[in-house]
């Protein structure tokens, strides 16, 4: 699982693959640290080349349509994670 998006770097190279490495779930705050990794494409990431660019986002799970959905069988925090992520930050993005 992971989001397609074409990116233009600084650099001057384009990337496009970006992938969860860690979620962070934390109950009393009540948000969710999510770290990304971007890799040029998604062979670049299945061969082992190193990540282009490391980045973190913070997403409010406080609302119980967040908690809700998590609690509900066959969901995973995974699966919840790249949905918010993808509408808060990447909603021009496809899912891969």
Request: without cysteine.
């Amino acid at each position: 699982m992971a989001l397609r998006k074409t990116t233009d770097l600084d650099s001057g190279f384009t990337a496009e693959y970006y992938r969860i490495s860690t979620v962070v779930l934390n109950i009393d705050g009540k948000n969710l640290e999510l770290r990304i990794e971007l890799y040029k494409d998604k062979d670049s990431r299945i061969n082992g080349k190193s990540t282009i660019k490391k980045m973190t986002y913070h997403l409010d799970v406080s609302d119980s349509f967040a908690l809700n959905w998590l609690n509900q069988e066959n969901n995973n925090i995974i699966k919840f994670a790249y949905i918010a992520l993808k509408q808060k930050y990447f909603q021009d993005a496809e899912d891969v």
